[in-house]
């Protein structure tokens, strides 16, 4: 049974809310992949704690408090991903488990030293915005996912998801990383894969991968 911490669950929900400030107990389920039982029984914690909103086939909402120390998670992670990734040389793929272990250990002291070393890093290696020592989100550039441009069409990415290694390997591989240039080559109907066009060279990617990879909507 995976052992999954309340900091990872309050990030995880504010980094996965909607337009309205909730988001679903199914959605938590998918991003820890876990069984929606335990979500439901954590969830139930973490409303008695006084960090959620919860109510029973509603939409779960961080509370203040709630809010403040998921922000505050998000912070110390993609901190460290960026000192893992700029200062250690670790690749992109490599970063997110390591700075989960690290978040959790580190004191707010080390934390604000890592930035000012940084010199005050506004996203992570994965195109994150990483939230100020005050709370504050850098603005971020109107995206949306490569799997939405039409034919032909030309974006910059700006931004991946960072939920599977395996995913940001094969993507480094084929070339896309953050302010690369990709042009959708071919749409295809039956199954909506694409074929992409990077430094001139074409890729074959399913729909999945390209709902993953987020570029600047112009």
Same mark, same amino acid.
């Given at each position: 049974?995976?052992?999954?911490? +309340?900091?990872?669950?309050?990030?995880?929900?504010?980094? !996965?809310? $909607?337009?309205?400030?909730?988001?679903?107990?199914?959605?938590?389920?998918?991003?820890?992949?876990?069984? /929606?039982?335990?979500?439901?029984?954590?969830?139930?914690?973490?409303?008695?704690?006084?960090?959620? *909103?919860? %109510?029973?086939?509603?939409?779960?909402?961080?509370?203040?408090?709630?809010?403040?120390?998921?922000?505050?998670?998000?912070?110390?992670?993609?901190?460290?991903?960026?000192?893992? !990734?700029?200062?250690?040389?670790?690749?992109?793929?490599? *970063?997110? @488990?390591?700075? $989960?272990?690290?978040?959790?250990?580190?004191?707010? @002291?080390?934390?604000?030293?890592?930035?000012?070393?940084? @010199?005050?890093?506004?996203?992570?290696?994965?195109? @994150?915005?990483?939230?100020? #020592?005050?709370?504050?989100?850098?603005?971020?550039?109107?995206?949306?996912?490569?799997?939405?441009?039409?034919? $032909?069409?030309?974006?910059?990415?700006?931004?991946? /998801?960072?939920?599977?290694?395996?995913?940001?390997?094969?993507?480094?591989?084929?070339?896309?990383?953050? =302010?690369? %240039?990709?042009?959708? #080559?071919?749409?295809?109907?039956?199954? +909506?894969?694409?074929?992409?066009?990077?430094?001139? +060279?074409?890729? !074959?990617?399913?729909?999945?991968?390209?709902? !993953?990879?987020?570029?600047?909507? =112009?």
């Amino acid at each position: 049974m995976k052992n999954i911490s +309340k900091e990872d669950y309050l990030s995880v929900i504010f980094k !996965n809310l $909607n337009y309205d400030g909730e988001i679903k107990p199914n959605i938590i389920a998918a991003k820890l992949s876990i069984s /929606n039982a335990a979500v439901t029984d954590m969830l139930k914690k973490l409303a008695k704690d006084g960090f959620v *909103v919860y %109510k029973r086939y509603k939409g779960i909402q961080l509370t203040e408090e709630g809010e403040s120390y998921a922000r505050n998670m998000v912070r110390r992670h993609r901190i460290w991903e960026v000192f893992l !990734n700029q200062v250690v040389g670790m690749p992109w793929d490599k *970063v997110h @488990d390591e700075a $989960n272990r690290l978040e959790h250990s580190s004191s707010d @002291d080390l934390i604000d030293r890592l930035e000012v070393m940084l @010199d005050y890093p506004e996203y992570d290696p994965h195109g @994150d915005p990483i939230p100020s #020592k005050e709370g504050k989100l850098p603005k971020i550039k109107k995206h949306r996912p490569l799997s939405e441009l039409k034919e $032909n069409e030309t974006s910059t990415v700006i931004r991946v /998801n960072d939920f599977d290694e395996s995913f940001l390997k094969y993507i480094s591989k084929i070339g896309i990383k953050l =302010k690369e %240039k990709i042009t959708v #080559k071919e749409r295809r109907t039956f199954d +909506k894969s694409m074929e992409i066009l990077i430094n001139g +060279k074409p890729w !074959n990617i399913s729909n999945k991968l390209a709902q !993953n990879i987020f570029v600047e909507m =112009k």
